[in-house]
């Protein structure tokens, strides 16, 4: 008998054993995944820091801001060195813009010289998580794709977690220096392990996500990826949470008073541990059950979230409703990607990694941008509720979505 063609979003039923996850080669992946997340994340605050030490806050300003730039117009252009370099040249490159750039940082203290190393290593942490994420999806097999993708943004967030506070308490010991340059060879140390990757999709995992999915063989760029109903629904969505994450992370600890600094401190590490449980809970759901029922709970607990922080003045509301937006967070951004992924050929995994982390930089960057002259407007409780019915905007595209039933 014929088996009858799987759906994008729901895993085929079969009689067979579930493939493994944890194969050798992603094991081997996340050496380089764990590698070019510490290199970021342990010199995220510190190079601000150094800036500002020579330049002022202004200095600090453009080191981030450089960064984040090169970081997404990078993210633009990378689907097609894919395309054209394989996975293992790409990666292998954003590993070394990322990392070589930060041993020389404190050669200088001139602002020009930080934003500069800042725009190159914009640049390789572009190439590093587009293709690597191409990279990996390539490598999970399709049945697990949520649970797969699950592990990675953990293996993924666990440097966040150390390494933006460790950044700066090793700077108080040790000084920019040496912490500069761990942060480079964190990068430069994993990128032999590339060479043991597949440079693309073999011909029978490019033939079995083709099938399992209604998107084109042929790559497909980033701008027609924006023109595409079925991309660019779970995009906004995203970006919709990931405009909250952004503003959270900016002004929590300016919105809740200066007493309560514990009460920030709990916050800001109860919101991504949440968002990692639920991330995970969300990927092995999603593989028995489908994505696409969890991405309206994803949006309305993040909204929530949100809602319920704008009681600034109680401890009890701010570390429930960081904890109620993780939740949220992670179940949207592990469904929204495993939605993506499942809806294209794989050799357009390159484009499905570029939007998502477009949606997430960009969401970030204008969260934290229209907040602060919000909250100049309204004050922060009143910003905190906006942003909360801001977000409930994107149940149009999930509303759409459910309706043309693409999946």
Not at 262 to 286: D, E, I, N
Request: with cysteine.
């Amino acid at each position: 008998m014929t088996p009858t063609r799987p759906s994008a979003d729901c895993p085929p039923q079969t009689n067979t054993a579930r493939p493994p996850l944890l194969t050798r080669p992603l094991l081997l992946r996340f050496v380089s995944l764990i590698g070019a997340s510490v290199s970021f994340f342990l010199l995220l605050s510190v190079v601000p820091a150094y800036a500002a030490g020579a330049g002022g806050g202004g200095a600090a300003g453009l080191a981030t801001g450089s960064l984040m730039l090169a970081t997404v117009l990078g993210e633009l252009v990378t689907p097609r060195l894919v395309a054209r370099h394989g996975y293992r040249a790409t990666l292998m490159a954003g590993l070394l813009l990322l990392g070589a750039p930060a041993l020389v940082l404190t050669v200088s203290a001139d602002t020009a010289w930080i934003v500069a190393v800042c725009l190159v290593r914009g640049l390789g942490f572009a190439l590093t998580i587009v293709a690597g994420g191409a990279l990996t999806a390539s490598l999970i097999p399709a049945e697990r794709r949520g649970e797969g993708l699950a592990a990675v943004g953990v293996v993924s967030g666990v440097p966040s977690l150390i390494g933006l506070p460790l950044g700066l308490w090793l700077v108080g010991r040790v000084g920019y220096g040496p912490v500069a340059v761990a942060g480079g060879l964190a990068a430069l140390a994993t990128i032999v392990s590339v060479l043991g990757l597949p440079d693309r999709p073999t011909r029978s995992e490019a033939s079995q996500a083709s099938e399992a999915s209604r998107g084109p063989e042929e790559p497909m760029g980033v701008v027609r990826g924006l023109r595409t109903g079925t991309l660019l629904r779970p995009v906004v969505v995203f970006a919709a949470t990931a405009t909250a994450a952004g503003v959270l992370v900016t002004f929590l600890p300016l919105a809740v008073p200066s007493a309560s600094a514990g009460v920030v401190t709990l916050a800001l590490f109860v919101q991504p541990a949440a968002a990692t449980v639920s991330r995970w809970a969300s990927g092995r759901y999603s593989d028995r059950h489908g994505s696409t029922r969890l991405v309206l709970p994803g949006l309305l607990l993040s909204a929530a979230g949100v809602l319920v922080t704008a009681a600034t003045g109680s401890a009890v509301a701010v570390v429930a409703g960081t904890a109620l937006f993780g939740a949220g967070f992670g179940i949207a951004q592990n469904t929204t990607l495993t939605l993506m992924y499942a809806r294209v050929s794989a050799s357009s995994y390159g484009t499905v990694s570029a939007l998502w982390n477009l949606a997430y930089d960009g969401g970030m960057g204008v969260g934290a941008a229209g907040f602060g002259i919000l909250a100049g407007l309204t004050g922060y409780p009143g910003a905190f509720a906006t942003t909360a019915v801001l977000m409930l905007g994107a149940l149009v595209p999930v509303l759409r979505d459910r309706r043309h039933n693409d999946y």
